[in-house]
């Protein structure tokens, strides 16, 4: 059975730093692409960042330069490194494990509230 864990939210001031992990349980690390998603109230789910199961990366305009996106394949974990944090940044923050190509779905963490206040 396939979990997504997320930890390491909370409450930090405007230009401070926090560092999301995502524990991934059951077998799909290898393969998956493994994405940091936020969702503010009022808003929509949007994506912040991805990294491929090759290591590749991409991330949302609004967080280039202040985010970075990790993984460590032998602690089945992602990270997410917030830096510079902006009042804006405020939402919750979800893990995403995507193994569409392989199985048809992704899986999704139950999230992590990060506010920054100003």
């Known amino acids: 059975q396939v979990q997504l864990v997320e930890s390491g939210g909370g409450l930090v001031q405007a230009g401070g730093s926090l560092r999301l992990s995502c524990a991934v349980s059951?077998?799909?690390?290898?393969?998956?692409?493994m994405g940091w998603y936020r969702q503010a109230p009022g808003n929509e789910r949007e994506l912040v960042a991805v990294?491929?199961?090759?290591?590749?990366?991409n991330y949302a305009d609004s967080v280039k330069g202040r985010f970075t996106i990790s993984s460590d394949n032998a602690e089945n974990t992602v990270y997410l490194q917030m830096n510079s944090l902006k009042p804006e940044d405020t939402a919750v923050y979800y893990c995403?494990?995507?193994?569409?190509?392989?199985?048809?779905?992704?899986?999704w963490g139950k999230g992590t509230l990060v506010t920054v206040s100003s």
């Open positions: 995403n494990a995507d193994v569409k190509k392989y199985y048809g779905m992704d899986y």
């Open positions: 059951g077998s799909i690390f290898s393969m998956a692409a």
């Open positions: 990294i491929t199961s090759g290591g590749h990366t």
